[in-house]
C-alpha cells in the first residue's frame, strides 16, 4: 500500500513538473529532451535516497533485535563505541594542538630563515662594495668604531645592486642600470665610485689625489684625508708669494 502512495505521489510530481507554466521573464527555456533527462535525474536521486533510508531502518532493527537478545552485549558494544568516539575526539584535539604548536615553530622557522637571508645579502654587498671602495683609493681608517667606509655606504648603497653572480651593478633611484652618456654603456661600481674623489665632501673618504673637484681650487685630499688646494696651475711667483704670505 505504500508502495501504491509512494508512486502515486511521484506520478503527481511528474505531472506537476510536466505541466505548462509560465516562462519566465528572463531565463533559458528546456527543451524536452532537457526535461526528461531532468526527471530522470529526479527519480534516480528518489530511488536512492529511499534505497539509503531502507538500508537505516534494516540496520535499526537488526539492532533492536540484537539488544532484545543480548542486553548485555549490547550494552558493551555502545559504552565501546562511546569510548572510542571519546578517544577519537581527545586524539583530534591533540593532533590539532600538535599541528598549530608547530605550525607556529614552521613559521617563525622561515621568518628568521628569510631574515637571515636578507641579512647573508646585505653582508655579501656591503662586502663586494667595499672591495671596490678599497681598490679605488677609499681611507679605511676607522675612529670610534667609525670608518669612512661606513660613511660612505651608509649615503650611497642604495646606488649598488648586487646580482646573482656576485657582480654589482650601479642603479638609480628607480633602480636602473645607469649609462654613460657618451659610450651608452653601463657605468661600472669602480666609475662611478672614483667620481666621487673629486667631490668637496666625498673626496676627503679618499686618499691623496691630484686633480680639480667640485670648488674652486679643489685637489682632493692628502695623506691624512684632509683637503688640499690646487696649486699646479700657479707660476713661480704665485707660489713663492702664497708661501710667504
Do not use: C, W
Amino acid at each position: 500500500m505504500a508502495e501504491d502512495n509512494t508512486q502515486v505521489s511521484e506520478m503527481e510530481t511528474v505531472a506537476q513538473d510536466n505541466a505548462p507554466q509560465e516562462a519566465p521573464a528572463e531565463g533559458k527555456a528546456y527543451s524536452p529532451d532537457e526535461v526528461a533527462s531532468l526527471m530522470k535525474a529526479l527519480r534516480s536521486e528518489r530511488e536512492a535516497r529511499k534505497t539509503y533510508e531502507r538500508q537505516i531502518r534494516e540496520k535499526e532493527q537488526q539492532l533492536s533485535k540484537f539488544a532484545e537478545i543480548n542486553p548485555d552485549e549490547y550494552q558493551r558494544l555502545q559504552a565501546d563505541a562511546a569510548r572510542a568516539a571519546e578517544i577519537e575526539s581527545r586524539y583530534g584535539e591533540s593532533i590539532r594542538a600538535i599541528e598549530e604548536k608547530y605550525g607556529r615553530q614552521a613559521a617563525e622557522a622561515e621568518a628568521k630563515a628569510r631574515v637571515a637571508e636578507e641579512q647573508n645579502a646585505e653582508f655579501q654587498k656591503r662586502y663586494a662594495l667595499e672591495k671596490v671602495f678599497n681598490s679605488a683609493g677609499g681611507r679605511m681608517d676607522a675612529a670610534d668604531n667609525v670608518s669612512f667606509f661606513d660613511m660612505f655606504a651608509k649615503q650611497l648603497s642604495g646606488r649598488f645592486r648586487q646580482e646573482r653572480d656576485g657582480s654589482l651593478t650601479v642603479v638609480d633611484a628607480q633602480g636602473d642600470p645607469i649609462l654613460d652618456s657618451e659610450t651608452g654603456k653601463r657605468i661600472t661600481p669602480e666609475e662611478y665610485i672614483s667620481s666621487f674623489k673629486l667631490h668637496p665632501v666625498y673626496g676627503t673618504f679618499f686618499k691623496g689625489i691630484k686633480g680639480s673637484g667640485a670648488g674652486l681650487n679643489y685637489a682632493g685630499t692628502d695623506s691624512n684625508g684632509m683637503p688640499v688646494e690646487d696649486l699646479s696651475g700657479l707660476s713661480r711667483e704665485e707660489l713663492f708669494l702664497r708661501a710667504f704670505s
